[in-house]
């Protein structure tokens, strides 16, 4: 399974731990960046993840920021995104086994020890395939989708006006 991982400066040391600690335990990883420490803008890194992600070039992601809600609100601006902010090996299998998650977000002073816990309890729990999770799942699915625009008669009526 091939995993990207994406942070902005401030989640930019927790994530080059965990792309170690990952590739030692034998997952193809991609490093989205940042490649340092200098201030970035955590959305450009989030969308590259989501993109990468919604594509089904990686099988999952992990985005991390200072808190990490940022990045966790900019890769679910990604259509096909489902983006959980988890803090605990809890929330993350219930991001997982109730929401399908495809993407994490931790935040970037979280200890090391605490992240990799919840990355691997993300990483080994399945989806539930439960009716009632999946019928929500589309209906955050559905509601992504193009909307056709509709005209109201009242603006018909005064655009013709306007001719």
């Known amino acids: 399974m091939n995993i990207g991982l994406a ?11 965990l792309l170690k600690y990952l590739t030692q335990k034998g997952y193809d990883t991609v490093d989205l960046g940042t490649t340092n420490k200098d201030s970035v803008d955590y959305p450009d890194y989030a969308f590259l993840l989501g993109e990468k992600v919604a594509a089904k070039e990686i099988a999952l992601g992990i985005a991390v920021c200072g808190s990490g809600i940022g990045i966790s ?6 259509k096909d995104i489902r983006c959980a902010k988890v803090d605990s090996i809890k929330e993350a299998k219930l991001a997982k ?3 399908d998650a495809n993407i994490i977000a931790l935040n970037g002073s979280m200890p090391t020890y605490k992240a990799k816990d919840i990355i691997d309890a993300f990483l080994t729990t399945e989806f539930s395939n439960i009716e009632r999770h ?3 799942i ?17 603006n018909v009526k005064e655009q013709a006006n306007e001719c």
């Open 7 to 17: 942070s902005d400066h401030r989640g930019y040391y927790l994530k080059q731990k």
């Open 138 to 154: 589309d209906k955050i699915s559905n509601y992504e989708k193009p909307k056709r625009k509709t005209v109201k008669k009242s």
């Open 97 to 99: 086994l109730h929401n």
């Open 134 to 136: 999946q019928r929500r």
């Open 73 to 78: 609100i900019a890769c679910n601006k990604v």
